[in-house]
């Protein structure tokens, strides 16, 4: 186990239980084997290795007249790196939810995570390049109203050598109702990028149909755009999906198609199989990849 995290778990365990009360730890450990079907690129030895591995602090107090407070620490390892995930403290009540510290962006987080058709680590059909977890991020999500909800944050990217006070800001409009949700976000990156993206997903009974568009339009490099469209299906502790991206990097299109089954073994532990087939000009991205995997959750 990593130090650094061995001894905030200690440091945990040895807290008198009246100070844990509103505390709680979740978790969970991922392994996953891919197979590089093109024999190119870094991967040409014919197999990857990858780990991820996610240990979650949160906790809360009632504060009175209908509001909480909040924190939460998102420990992780990715890959054998530590990856430095949600770090956040907020406030919420009738008015809606306040939230400080580092966190993923609304486009990533909310928008483009709707693509997930499958289980793997490694393999995805998500139409976006991650801005990924912003530092000094401020945001604010309005309370549900009928089905609609806002939200709004802006990031100060200390470091990133941007010219604003507040080098981000990301926009969503939410909406969910009756088995729909469509999301719409605006995320506009200071002297480096705007990107608009939509999600929308129907659920109903044991399937599940999904749709993602987004455009990455960048001031100092081609524009980027891409579509996936998926669709699961439940079938007792079982799980089949099935996904499909059409995808334009700065002027090099390609698609990929993604094909997924997952077996719960128990509302924890989960075993999948993943196979992704990409057809890509250059010959180090083309091919296909099969991926096997285990998650326990905690």
Known sequence: MNKKLLSVAMAAALVAPAAMADVTVSGF????????????????????????VGVIFTASEDLGN?????????????????????????VSGGFGTVV????????????????????SDALSVEPLHSTGR???????????????????????????????SLDATDIMLAYSNGGITVRLSLEDVDGSSETVALG???????FRVV?????????????????????????????????????????????????DLTHNMSKRTKVYATYQSTDHPT??????????????SF
């Open 283 to 296: 010959a180090a991205s083309d091919g296909s990849h099969f991926a096997v995997g285990m998650k326990h």
């Open 100 to 119: 400080l510290g580092r966190m993923e962006d609304f486009t990533e987080g909310k928008v483009a995570a709707m693509a997930s058709v499958d289980s």
């Open 200 to 206: 929308a997903e129907f659920k109903t009974g044991a």
């Open 134 to 164: 912003l530092e000094g991020a401020m945001a604010y999500v309005s309370p549900n109203m009928g089905g609609f909800q806002a939200g709004i944050a802006a990031y100060a990217l200390e470091g990133a050598g941007n010219s604003d």
């Open 29 to 52: 450990v991922l392994q996953e084997f891919v197979t590089d079907g093109d024999q190119t690129g870094t991967s040409e030895d014919g197999l990857e290795s990858h780990s991820d």
């Open 66 to 90: 209908g509001m909480t407070a909040f924190a939460k620490i998102d420990i992780g390892r990715d890959d054998g790196a530590d990856a430095r995930n949600d770090q956040i403290v907020g």
């Open 211 to 259: 749709g993602v568009y987004a455009e990455e339009d960048y001031d100092s490099a081609a524009d980027d755009e891409g579509w996936m469209l998926g669709v699961n299906y439940t079938m007792g502790n079982n799980t089949f999906g099935l996904g499909y991206l059409d995808q334009d990097d700065g002027g090099v299109e390609y698609d990929r198609w993604i094909l």
